[in-house]
């Protein structure tokens, strides 16, 4: 009976010390998760970082996930907006070519003809309304190496200095006016084609500025001989033809019109010397509007369309 009553005495003193032990491990946790909350942040213990899952990576929190794989629509080109360079085409055949950023155009020059292989620019209807007027005054481009074509280069050669992007897109801005006298934005071009036909499309441009907002613009130089005729000390090369690209962005019914000049004494009208921009494309080795999206592109760089008016 004594040994049986010690048996129940010595169960009750270790149920005893195991409830002991769970209550003093119950006060030690509750003490040490409140010390860490009244550390500083500096003491905190640092937190384990987030695991990287797949191609997920981990970022702070402020910073969404971001994952490697495309959406659904990322193969898709967005809508263009303006002023995002519509006017820089893409070089798809080798050449010699050094881009010259200017104020108001950007050119690709080579240094093997002398001239531009094209020069673009974006003319808005706010800066046709610019004052500042006309310099004249011709001068090497301080952007590249010597030797640089001079004015005296055209002087008595029977070509007048054709200006790509003509003075006066460049109104608005006495630099860009400056710079579109460069010699590098310049080609021996016809007398009469300089102040005729070409002129008159110069002209036309800016009314659809006025008119529609913005155009982009892209033209220069097609040599079709390898040994094109040279002008000057610095040899620059005559081309044999020019081209010009235009587009009017316009949302519901964007435009894009391809032209391409003799370079010679002709006068007509100007619809006789359209061409779809897809045939512009082929003859100078240049991908026009390539910002635009694909399907768009296509449509419009197809078609030779009507010239559009000019009329408000």
């Known amino acids: 009976m004594c040994a049986q009553k010690r048996r129940k005495q010595g169960g009750s003193l270790k149920g005893f010390i195991v409830l002991m032990l769970i209550v003093a491990g119950s006060i030690y946790l509750y003490q040490q998760q409140t010390h860490i909350r009244q550390l500083p942040q500096a003491e905190q213990p640092a937190a384990k970082p987030q695991e990287n899952f797949g191609n997920v990576k981990a970022q702070s ?42 104020t108001g155009y950007t050119a690709s020059y080579n240094s093997y003809y002398k001239t531009p292989n094209w020069v673009g620019w974006e003319l808005t209807r706010k800066e ?11 001068s090497p481009d301080p952007d590249l190496p010597e030797p640089r074509v001079e004015h005296a280069d055209y002087t008595h050669s029977g070509y007048d200095r054709g200006h790509m992007a003509p003075a006066a897109d460049m109104k608005w801005s006495q630099k860009a006016m400056a ?15 300089n102040r005729d036909d070409w002129n008159d ?59 391409i000049f003799p370079n010679r004494a002709h ?18 080795g240049l991908d026009f509007f390539s910002k635009l999206p694909d399907a768009v592109e296509e449509k419009i760089e197809a078609a030779v369309p009507q010239l559009p008016s000019t009329a408000n």
């Open 128 to 138: 046709t309304k610019g004052k500042n007027v006309r310099i004249n005054r011709f």
């Open 179 to 193: 710079e579109s006298f460069y010699m590098s934005n310049v080609c021996p071009q016809n007398q009469k084609l």
């Open 201 to 259: 499309l110069e002209e036309t441009c800016r009314q659809w500025a006025k008119k529609f907002e913005t155009v982009y613009i892209v033209c220069g130089p097609i040599y079709d001989s390898k040994q094109p005729r040279r002008i000057g000390k610095h040899q620059v090369a005559v081309p044999d033809r020019f081209f010009k690209v235009v587009l009017i962005n316009n949302r519901k019914n964007p435009v894009a019109m391809g032209f």
């Open 61 to 102: 929190p402020e910073a969404p996930v971001k994952k490697d794989f495309p959406s659904a629509s990322a193969s898709r080109k967005p809508t263009v907006k303006p002023s995002e360079a519509l006017e820089i085409p893409v070089t798809l055949s080798k050449r010699d070519e050094r881009i010259l950023k200017r």
């Open 267 to 284: 006068h007509q009208k100007l619809e006789r010397y359209m061409v779809s921009v897809d045939s512009v494309e082929k003859t100078t």
